[in-house]
């Protein structure tokens, strides 16, 4: 099948790729622009560990071809941090709220609650939980990348951040 | 799991898109979210020789009134239809049950009238648009034709659309102001399709039913509208006795097939249960 020229913006940078029209999304970000913070875990559109941002919501990669966001502005776990190291308020939520254990979930995590705080700013602990329920992670038991949202919503709002009475 | 090959063809008109898919011919699928054909391409249940993405036709998105109608384009996104004021305040019954769909990605993507254009009898849209009474505008070769959704579904995956055919726009008859509503969806989890769901849309006026719509997911080949319990219950003050006759009758039209989700006789009873939960929300909610 002839590939296809596509062009979009990742993590702020211009990008170029010939691809199959079949190629997955998933796979131009992680084999041709070797970013690989975007996981591939259930391959089936239900984990969320794929998660990426584009053109302003949170989608999953391994459920949309290439060809099909040529143009779109996508940014990934990569481009969440600033461009002297400083992490983002997500990225150290859950360093400091131990959002985390194996890690596999985490890029889709912290993309996907990136949406939801540019949606909501301060969600209630129903609302962070409604709006990661498309990303499965089978460590924490979510407790702590609740936690963790709490946190960054909480820096990004420049408030001090209470954690709950348990 | 790589899907197998294909031509991409982006139209941005639905003129072109037709055309698109009859002159490709069977070989050709429309894809619209895609949430729904590329799990299916990716595991090669699927293997379109060419897809026909309708994400560029402008002319199907947005959500406007149209005299006592209220068009949806058939691009609008789940999550468009939870964001919209507009259908929020005239038909939230739509907002209630697109946030009952998949998960906070799908629903950026999924778009309704893939949901109910697919046959799936899976899809929740499906039954609460044959409760609404919606029709469905259809466009082929042959120009523009309407279909009403309570006509619309012949099995699973089977519909009234011919090949080459693309559903433009949902059109629902606006429901009376104050009317009651809602939408019971029993669900394993996040992202399930239903056990059992129940659609109901009423209007009350002196204590007593004037009007009554019932529709049931996942409970059948198809989605099914309950025209006899929705009789039983017109002119009814929603008592517990006439609410009990209308959950026999709705549970007599379900054949549920047996399967991960429960035994038939179980998922039938269950949508008798989200029924009652259904009638109880949608009476508090029409002021009784």
């Known amino acids: 099948m002839a590939k296809s020229q596509v062009s979009m913006t990742v993590n702020d940078k211009k ?14 970000l992680r084999e041709q622009l070797h970013l690989t913070g975007p996981h591939i875990g259930c391959d089936t559109s239900h984990c969320g560990a794929c998660t990426v941002d584009l053109d302003g919501k949170s989608v999953k990669s391994c459920t949309m071809f290439a060809v099909q966001v040529n143009g779109a502005d996508i940014r990934t776990i990569e481009g969440m941090a600033a461009a002297d190291g400083t992490l983002h308020a997500l990225q150290e939520g859950f360093r400091e709220m131990h959002g985390l254990q194996c890690g596999f979930c985490t890029p889709g995590m912290i993309v996907r609650a990136y949406r939801l705080l540019q949606e909501n700013k301060d969600p209630t602990e129903d609302e962070i939980r409604f709006g990661i329920s498309g990303n499965l992670c089978r460590c924490t038991g979510y407790q702590n990348i609740v936690k963790a949202i709490q946190y960054a919503a909480a820096k990004i709002s420049g408030v001090p951040f209470q954690e709950a009475a348990e | 799991m790589i899907p197998g090959s294909f031509a991409y063809h982006r139209p941005s008109s639905v003129k072109e898109a037709v055309g698109l898919l009859g002159s490709l011919g069977d070989d050709a699928r429309a894809i619209a979210g895609g949430h729904s054909l590329i799990p299916m391409m990716k595991l090669r249940l699927a293997s379109p020789s060419h897809l026909v993405d309708l994400v560029g036709v402008a002319d199907l998105k947005g959500i406007r009134e149209d005299g006592k109608d209220i068009l949806i384009g058939a691009m609008t996104t789940q999550h468009e239809v939870i964001a919209s004021d507009l259908l929020t305040k005239k038909i939230p019954i739509l907002s209630e049950t697109a946030t009952l769909i998949a998960d906070p990605q799908v629903r950026y993507v999924g778009t309704i009238g893939g949901n109910v254009a697919n ?44 090949p080459g055919e693309i559903v433009t726009a949902i059109r629902i008859p606006t429901p009376a102001a104050g009317h009651g509503y809602a939408y019971e969806k029993l669900k394993r989890k996040v992202g399930d399709y239903a056990t059992a769901a129940a659609a109901v849309v009423l209007t009350a006026s002196g204590g007593k039913v004037t009007s009554c719509s019932i529709g049931l997911t996942n409970v059948a080949e198809t989605p099914l509208w309950a025209e006899e319990a929705s009789k039983i219950l017109t002119g009814s003050a929603l008592d517990a006795a006439t609410v009990k006759k209308a959950v026999a009758a709705a549970e007599a039209i379900t054949s549920p097939a047996s399967d991960s989700r429960g035994p038939a006789a179980y998922r039938t009873k269950m949508a008798g249960v989200m029924l009652t939960r259904a009638l109880g929300r949608a009476k508090a909610r029409a002021g009784f």
Request: glycine share 10%.
């Open chain 1, 15 to 28: 990008v170029e790729g010939l691809v199959e029209p079949r190629m997955l999304l998933i796979h131009f």
């Open chain 2, 119 to 162: 046959g799936d009898p899976g899809n929740d849209m499906p039954a609460v648009m044959m409760c609404l009474n919606a029709t469905y505008h259809a466009v082929g070769k042959s120009g523009e034709r309407r279909i009403a959704a309570r006509e619309f579904y012949q099995g699973a995956y089977f519909t009234a659309l011919e």
